[in-house]
């Protein structure tokens, strides 16, 4: 700032020196250069400015103009640097903007004014996440954070916010304090016994109700975690599970009665921005059976008493639905064309026979005369005067017309609202009312009438009346009604006394049209025609055959009115659909309400193919092995049939580890698991057509790496090794081999951000959403809504060489809901 400050004062300097020694200089000139002396560059720029406008073609008024501007740019961008270092955005910004208005050349001006604008921004998401997160919309908070980080990384209250969300989220969504798969064994185990090793297991409390009954239970569960396994064993045993403390939880068998008693109902108020609270409610009462419901018209708000689940449902519905209306703007032309045309023909005589006196002048007066008996006494032959149709006129006459009154107006209307526009006047119309008083006989009154007279005003022009409905695509369905009314002749409605009145012509049309935005539409052919023809002729001659038509003047009139309208739709705001996470939701069962899904499949057979060459080791997590002194005596009599599992059953084939690669599942593990014994790849449903494919067919046929890259919806990098010089920002692909098989997946790339640097991700064949943190970029990958299938890459992560090194990018790929990555891969990236 000191060295642009000592710049603008040298280039003041030149100029006053420059103006002295012009010599003889104009008062503008002598001002501007005073200003630039002092340092005042906004004034001196108007007064040089001034003094050019006097001297347009002076050379040296226009060096001096745009050092001017040069010095007054420098001294606004210094300016606005410094509002920028102490975090004064909008300040900044008009600086810049200024700056830039005196020297637009700069390359830093425009770059700063675009990483302003970039920080303006993320505050601003920061703003917007935290009424959001204020109104209990987590989601979209979550969302508006991680679009914040993405535009300034350096943001820690986003990246805090994001990371107390995540806790959040997660610690209402477990149970247990360990994220460790567990293993059951179990055969005819008392079922309070087992809820307690399994709550030691995961380290939490249990407490049973007094109706919850003891019976024995068999169960195989490999790998699942504890929330997992905790609601299988609850559900296949009719019991229900009540968190009453962050460590404690209440078991108790699943009845209405039950649930009255010890669920914790909760009272949630939910503002909506958009949605009617009137119409909204509903929704939540139809698919949510919500009793205790309240709507606050005033504040367009719900107020809903209920469990969690429910309330969380409700969430969800209702932020699905409270979507900005979409908008479109209507450019509507209407022309009405008047076409007329006029022709006249023919011999026109004169008309007039007269016989009158002379009226001194020479003339015939056609007034009344009055005479004295002198003056009738006096009358001769040359006191009268004759005039006789001497006069002949041949008409030639062909006149067309064309006259256009156009109307143009411009509609700006939301989604299912109508909108009308009127163009024209309103014509007075007289109405007379006549009451009529009865006479009486008795008191020998006479009939009277009495007329009251008002005024009555009726539209005269173009009436139009619309309403769109926009839906997903951007295709505008409209409903559209146009009138067209014009003042008439007047006619005689009453001849004494005489009433006049006006007549109206009407043409009205109404339509339903299906439009694409931008499309021009034109709807025509409202005409009225009027044909009119007057014969003029001499009498009894003009009736004679050939001979009339001589002695005839004709006039023939053509008038013709024709409306047309034009409109076209342009799309101001589109109908903005939610993510498919808010659209589609797991809500429980009819009689259990929850947020996620009760049995969720587990795709854990990538990873486990993944780990077949190296898996000669017990797997990890925690096994729990039934204790001898749990097994129930055999003279024991079993309460409830032991829960079985269909030999068909997708969940079971997920959730069992396979066997090392080539083998089978032996006759003893099968019987134990109920199901037959089968080859590995029979299990995991990877190029086996059938069941029946014997163990030879499969053994030695495929690697497991060959089996992982066909693994369907798997994705991976696009490379494993990577050059980059420092300083040089490069690129990985995420892709997959089917994206037909892809569903939502969290991605975790890890990296070391000593040696490189995130900087964006870019979309491909699927929908991302990412937040980076210290080290890790997290993407949450969603197949997009079109039919591609096969081979696509998803999303384009980049980054930038910062230090010299090998580093190891990390790619952890886990379904929505596992608890553990479903499959991990490796790149080194050589940094140079």
């Not at 509609?411 to 609202?417: D, I, Q």
């Not at 300083?727 to 997946?745: H, I, K, N, W, Y």
Request: hydrophobic share 40%; aromatic share 6%; with cysteine.
């Amino acid at each position: 700032m000191k060295y642009t400050m000592q710049h603008s004062k040298t280039v003041g300097i030149g100029l006053v020196v420059l103006g002295t020694l012009a010599g003889c200089v104009s008062p503008e000139l002598k001002q501007a250069n005073r200003l630039a002396g002092e340092g005042k560059w906004d004034q001196a720029v108007v007064a040089y400015q001034d003094a050019q406008r006097k001297a347009p073609f002076d050379e040296k008024i226009q060096r001096q103009l745009d050092q001017a501007k040069t010095a007054a740019a420098a001294d606004h961008y210094a300016l606005g640097k410094l509002a920028f270092e102490n975090h004064r955005l909008p300040e900044a910004l008009q600086e810049f903007k200024i700056a830039l208005g005196f020297d637009p050349s700069k390359a830093e001006y425009h770059a700063m004014i675009a990483d302003t604008l970039r920080l303006k921004e993320s505050q601003e998401q920061l703003q917007a996440a935290k009424k959001l997160q204020n109104l209990g919309r987590v989601e979209e908070a979550l969302t508006a954070l991680e679009r914040a980080v993405e535009l300034d990384p350096t943001q820690t209250a986003a990246l805090d916010g994001i990371t107390e969300l995540t806790k959040q989220q997660r610690a209402a969504k477990t149970f247990g304090h360990s994220d460790e798969p567990l293993t059951l064994r179990f055969q005819e185990a008392k079922l309070k016994e087992v809820f307690e090793i399994l709550a030691r297991t995961a380290g939490v409390n249990v407490l049973f109700d007094k109706e919850v009954r003891d019976d024995p239970i068999t169960i195989f569960i490999k790998d699942l975690p504890f929330d997992e396994a905790l609601h299988l064993i609850l559900n296949t045993n009719g019991l229900v599970a009540q968190r009453v403390a962050p460590d404690t939880i209440l078991v108790m068998p699943n009845s209405t009665q039950k649930q009255a008693q010890y669920q914790d109902l909760m009272m949630r108020t939910y503002y909506l921005a958009n949605a009617k609270a009137k119409d909204a409610v509903n929704l939540v009462r139809t698919m949510l059976d919500s009793k205790k419901i309240h709507v606050d018209d005033k504040v367009n708000a719900i107020v809903i008493r209920d469990e969690p689940a429910k309330l969380h449902l409700a969430e969800k519905l209702l932020f699905a639905i409270d979507q900005r209306e979409p908008e479109v703007e209507l450019d509507v032309e209407v022309l009405e064309v008047n076409r007329t045309k006029s022709m006249k023909y023919g011999i026109n005589f004169a008309k007039q026979l007269g016989f009158g006196i002379t009226n001194g002048t020479g003339g015939i007066s056609t007034a009344p005369t009055t005479f004295n008996l002198n003056q009738l006494m006096a009358l001769n032959p040359q006191s009268y005067l004759f005039t006789l149709p001497a006069s002949m006129l041949t008409d030639f006459f062909k006149q067309q017309s064309d006259a256009r009154t156009l109307a143009s107006p411009k509609l700006r209307v939301l989604n299912n609202k109508a909108a009308a526009i009127s163009v024209g006047d309103k014509q007075p119309i007289l109405l007379s009312t006549t009451n009529v008083l009865p006479g009486q006989a008795a008191t020998g009154a006479v009939p009277t009438t009495s007329t009251v007279t008002s005024i009555e005003y009726k539209d005269v022009g173009v009436k139009l009346t619309v309403e769109p409905s926009i839906n997903a695509l951007d295709e505008i369905a409209m409903k559209l009604k146009i009138e067209v009314t014009r003042l008439g002749d007047q006619v005689i409605l009453q001849a004494s006394p005489e009433i006049k009145q006006f007549k109206f012509g009407t043409r009205a049309a109404e339509t339903f049209l299906m439009m694409r935005n931008d499309e021009t539409v034109v709807l025509g052919g409202l005409i009225q025609g009027e044909d009119r023809k007057n014969r003029s002729t001499v009498p009894i001659l003009g009736d004679i055959p050939y001979l009339g038509e001589l002695l005839t003047a004709t006039t023939v009139d053509r008038v013709e009115t024709e409306v047309v309208l034009t409109i076209t739709p342009r799309i101001v705001r589109s109908l903005t659909t939610p993510p498919i996470a808010n659209q589609a939701f797991w809500s429980g069962t009819d009689q259990n309400y929850a947020t996620t899904q009760l049995y969720a499949p587990r795709a854990r057979a990538v990873s486990q193919i993944q780990h077949i060459h190296s898996s000669a080791a017990a797997p990890g997590g925690v096994e729990v092995q039934q204790p001898s002194s749990l097994r129930a005596p055999a003279s024991t009599e079993v309460g409830p049939p032991v829960t079985s599992i269909d030999q068909e059953s997708t969940t079971l084939k997920t959730m069992v580890d396979p066997p090392a690669s080539g083998e089978t599942v032996s006759p003893a593990t099968a019987t134990r698991i109920g199901m037959p014994p089968a080859p590995m790849a029979s299990i995991l449903g990877l190029g086996v057509a059938g069941s029946t494919t014997s163990s030879n067919e499969t053994k030695g046929s495929v690697s497991s790496s060959e089996r992982v890259e066909r693994a369907p919806g798997l994705i991976t990098f696009n490379t494993s090794d990577i050059s980059a010089m420092v300083g040089q920002e490069f690129r990985v692909d995420l892709s997959t081999m089917a994206l037909e098989s892809l569903s939502e997946s969290l991605v975790t790339v890890a990296y070391d951000p000593k040696l490189v640097e995130y900087r964006r991700v870019e979309p491909g064949a699927a929908a991302i959403s990412a937040r980076a943190m210290d080290g890790q970029v997290i993407l949450t990958v969603r197949r997009p809504s079109t039919s591609e299938t096969g081979s696509r890459v998803l999303a384009l992560v980049f980054f930038r060489g910062k230090s010299r090194g090998d580093a190891t990018l990390t790619l952890a790929t886990s379904s929505h809901d596992a608890a553990e990555p479903v499959s991990t891969q490796r790149a080194v990236i050589h940094v140079q």
